[in-house]
């Protein structure tokens, strides 16, 4: 199991940080959690295979997630090298397919007519979806939108979780219990009641009382300072935190972080 982050931030215009997308490599599946702007270029930047990727996960539908899913479809239809034959599995909340159908209308009637075949899935908190042989995914209903879902994707060796956005939710600890690396939304330095983010204190007692093995901060909507924020993520959890970039890497099979 192989993670790249492709976007480590938000919504906001920044020269370092796309909007949220991650890329994961698993023995027999190649999926990318959210699709946010600039994450489709990233996966060629950082040499990724993107021609190959067999699924996308989408945790909601706020622009910063799904910027580029279209793009994305598109790239597959006209920017690949060889023709695509091998299917491609949308998988996401209730009323992703209106979503795609009203993306497929804006762009008039092309986005989905594609030679290769589209599967969409949606799945609901508790369900699971086997990605291949050897590896499981499942999600959880998170407190941000109507919608909005976590997941888990588990090999027989490895887990890794997503929290997408979310507000702190006992369910979460539940959801994310004892996996190996959790990656977490991190929107503010200080909690905040307006608002259904978590802030640095809340992703930290979100991984401590999950017990997972490592953290990975993104998604800020404040500037960071990584030795400080390495701190306030150890204050309700005693594992390794690490912060988000764009282009960071981890291979979960040999433990090496590797810095783009």
């Not at 599967?119 to 909005?148: D, N, R, W």
């Not at 991190?186 to 093995?213: I, K, M, Q, T, Y």
């Amino acid at each position: 199991m192989k993670l790249t982050i492709l976007g480590s931030g938000t919504i906001v215009p920044d020269g370092s940080r796309n909007s949220s997308g991650y890329f994961v490599e698993l023995p027999d599946a190649r999926i990318m959690l959210d699709c946010g702007a600039g994450t489709l270029h990233a996966l060629a930047r950082y040499q990724r295979p993107w021609e190959q990727v067999t699924h996308l996960f989408i945790s909601h539908f706020h622009a910063d997630h799904i910027g580029e899913l279209a793009s994305l479809l598109f790239a597959f239809s006209y920017g690949a090298k060889a023709a695509r034959s091998e299917p491609f599995t949308i998988i996401g909340p209730d009323g992703l397919q209106a979503v795609l159908d009203a993306l497929d209308t804006a762009f008039g009637g092309k986005l989905l007519k594609t030679k290769f075949p589209i599967k969409v899935i949606t799945l609901s908190s508790g369900q699971t979806l086997q990605l291949g042989t050897m590896s499981e995914l499942s999600v959880c209903k998170t407190p941000h939108t109507a919608e909005s879902l976590a997941v888990r994707i588990d090999t027989n060796d490895y887990s890794l979780c997503y929290t997408g956005d979310t507000a702190y939710s006992d369910d979460l600890v539940d959801f994310f219990i004892g996996a190996d690396v959790l990656i977490s939304e991190c929107s503010f330095r200080e909690p905040r009641d307006d608002v259904r983010h978590l802030s640095v204190l809340e992703a930290s007692r979100l991984a401590g009382r999950a017990n997972v093995g490592t953290l990975i901060l993104t998604h800020f909507y404040f500037d960071v300072d990584e030795v400080q924020l390495i701190v306030e993520g150890f204050s309700e959890y005693s594992g390794e935190v690490i912060v988000g970039k764009d282009g960071f890497s981890m291979d979960l099979t040999s433990s090496v972080e590797i810095e783009s």
